[in-house]
């Protein structure tokens, strides 16, 4: 009777401590909605930065390419090649940061929090009995 006596308790206590279990595990999965949603946001910002930035130095491509061709018009001599070779540096700076920001706004795209979601239906599957909250 003991035996039976102590399952009956710890089956109410189990019962009584699952409140406090449901809003412990809310809470981690807000936390981990929040951190995945700052890592994106970040990736996302990195990425509109460089933008930016090649945006900068492809204005000034333009520009000495521009002055590269005046030059090349007037004087035809030496003094062109220079600024076409400042020119087509500035084009590979460019195009070296629009790939380093394709890739950063890659990685924050999609900006929901896919890790999140999918820890939320594991969660819910455990609690309806379906599957276990541990496996991946």
Known sequence: MSESTSKKRSLFALIADLPRLLGDLVREEIEQLKTEM???????GVGIGLFAAAGFFAFFAIAVLIATAILGIAVALPAWLAALIVGIALLIITAILVGIGVTQVKRGIPPAPT???KSVKKDVMAIKGIGKRGTT
């Open 38 to 44: 700052l890592a994106k946001a970040k990736h996302a």
């Open 115 to 117: 890790e999140t979601i």
